[in-house]
């Protein structure tokens, strides 16, 4: 968000945390870092179970992540759990709402507020005082931030952003026949493609950069899209050109070619050829490491969030055999925008049509490990 707004009340700020992540946590555990009075990062994590074992280590984790936020002067904490004031007989999860606290204070954080939002009401930890059947909820939904936030996208559950669209028989029909075609280079194909090279170069950058244009692509660029998202290279490049623009992704389309070229010259692995050219210092680090999340640019949310929402609809649209890459694709982009969840789904239905999908395994590596990438923490406000 770009606006500056003043959460005067709790319910103030409550309503803003939906906006900030753009869906409705739901047995969430949720940390709001603070620059001074602004608000920063936000880390959300899966509501523990109520063992101690759990929570210590969901706490450990929450004070890793906050100790890598750049400029952080303080947090605050929000839990939210379908469990009510009434079955409780109070505020739920006291526990964790005790405990979660101390350990951050304790870390090194000033922590201004610690908020349950529960089934039927909210308050704060902090506050003795509070209504035995909670806050009502409706201040949330009531509060004059809430009002200038109402245009906003926010999605009723996170589930919402993994989930792919209903098919549509006509695209997906239409679809198969130009990715079979692409894959066997049919005579229409090499036509469609004919017609495309009047359009864009037909490299995996410039394509990205096509395909950014446009609200609702041409089927026929789609499908040459998802046919470059089957070689990894161009998979790559294409992810690398949507989050960092078309001078990211035209270098590492040119960086590929010459690993190609070496590696055809010097035989070895991929690997070991990018290794030799980091080694001999004619490579930029950061660059061969952007998909890996280690740098400080912020990818370009609009453009991500849009072909996200293209990817989806494609993804839905054709056969199993096809899904593989552009799903790895979707997860990373999903994964870039820190939206950990998502992004394993993505990655697990990958994992669903090919056991032994490297870029799959990879991405599920990282996000059981709960890597983010490094921009994450780069310090840009809320």
Not at 330 to 343: E, I, K, M, N, Y
Request: proline share 6%; with cysteine; glycine share 8%.
């Amino acid at each position: 968000m770009t606006d500056i707004m003043r959460a005067t009340t709790a319910a103030d700020f409550l309503s803003a945390i939906p906006v900030m992540l753009g869906y409705q946590p739901k047995n969430s555990i949720v940390c709001v870092a603070f620059r001074g009075r602004r608000t920063g990062e936000v880390i959300r994590l899966d509501l523990p179970p109520q063992r101690r074992s759990n929570q210590k280590a969901v706490a450990s984790t929450i004070i890793g992540m906050l100790s890598r936020i750049t400029g952080i002067t303080g947090a605050s904490m929000i839990i939210y759990t379908d469990e009510t004031f009434e079955s409780e007989n109070g505020i739920p999860q006291l526990d964790l709402g005790r405990m979660l606290p101390a350990r951050i204070h304790g870390a090194g954080f000033h922590l201004p507020d610690a908020l349950c939002v529960a089934g039927d009401g909210w308050a704060s930890y902090f506050d003795t005082g509070y209504p035995r059947a909670g806050h009502p909820l409706g201040l949330i939904a009531a509060s004059e931030i809430a009002s200038r936030l109402s245009d906003h996208r926010v999605l009723d559950d996170l589930s919402d952003e993994a989930a792919l669209p209903e098919r549509d028989p006509l695209i997906a029909e239409r679809l198969e026949y130009l990715l079979d075609g692409f894959e066997h280079l049919t005579d229409e194909a090499m036509m469609v493609l004919d017609r495309l090279e009047e359009m864009m170069d037909l490299d995996a950058a410039s394509c990205s950069c096509t395909i950014a244009e446009y609200p609702t692509p041409p089927l026929e660029v789609s499908a040459w899209m998802l046919s470059m998202a089957q070689r990894p290279s161009d998979r790559d490049v294409m992810s690398i050109t949507v989050a960092f623009g078309c001078e990211f992704g035209e270098a590492m389309l040119e960086s590929n070619a010459r690993y190609h070229q070496l590696q055809a010259d010097t035989g070895g692995t991929m690997d070991e050829v990018v290794q030799r050219e980091i080694d001999a210092g004619r490579v930029d680090v950061d660059d061969v490491n952007l998909l890996a999340g280690h740098g400080t640019r912020r990818p370009n949310v609009p453009r991500v969030q849009g072909t996200i929402d293209l990817l989806k609809q494609l993804i839905a649209n054709i056969p199993d055999r096809y899904r593989p890459g552009p799903l790895c694709m979707l997860s990373w982009l999903q994964w870039s925008l820190g939206r950990g969840s998502a992004a394993g789904a993505a990655s697990d239905m990958a994992l669903a049509i090919d056991p032994k999908h490297s870029m799959a395994l990879l991405l599920n590596a990282m996000l059981s490990a709960g890597m983010l990438p490094e921009w994450a923490f780069s310090g840009s406000e809320v």
